[in-house]
């Protein structure tokens, strides 16, 4: 069992940063496949971004290739999601997700793949 919370939401303009932070407790955290999704009003929820387990992989939506960074400290038991260069459209909820049960090399967007959810942090980014 794996429970996730995140931290690190909020309110900023256009062109800023944010460093969304998600704290696991569990002992499968260090081998699972973490990930960040997003939802924004009345739209799916979608992939943004995914780490392996020891962080040799990681694999982005290309919504924020170039803007977002995705990286994990096991022994701090935290996956961190680095959002530069903010805008509107990157306004949701985050979450970030646990995956188990698969090689420490992989790397998974479906939401299917991942067992575990956090409740979710706001960020919104006004023009």
């Known amino acids: 069992q794996v429970q996730l919370v995140e931290f690190g939401g909020g309110l900023v303009q256009t062109g800023a940063s944010l460093r969304l932070s998600c704290a696991a407790s569990?002992?499968?955290?260090?081998?699972?496949?973490m990930g960040w999704f997003r939802q924004a009003p009345g739209k799916e929820r979608e992939f943004v971004a995914a780490?392996?387990?020891?962080?040799?992989?990681?694999y982005r939506a290309d919504s924020v290739k170039g803007r977002f960074t995705i990286s994990r400290d096991n022994a701090k038991n935290t996956v961190y999601l680095q959002m530069n260069s903010l805008k509107p459209e990157d306004t949701a909820v985050y979450y970030c997700?646990?995956?188990?049960?698969?090689?420490?090399?992989?790397?998974?967007?479906?939401?299917?793949?991942?067992?575990?959810w956090g409740q979710g942090t706001q960020v919104t980014v006004s023009s």
């Open positions: 569990g002992r499968t955290f260090s081998t699972s496949i």
């Open positions: 997700a646990a995956a188990i049960g698969f090689d420490r090399y992989s790397v998974r967007r479906a939401l299917s793949d991942y067992l575990y």
């Open positions: 780490i392996s387990w020891g962080g040799d992989n990681t």
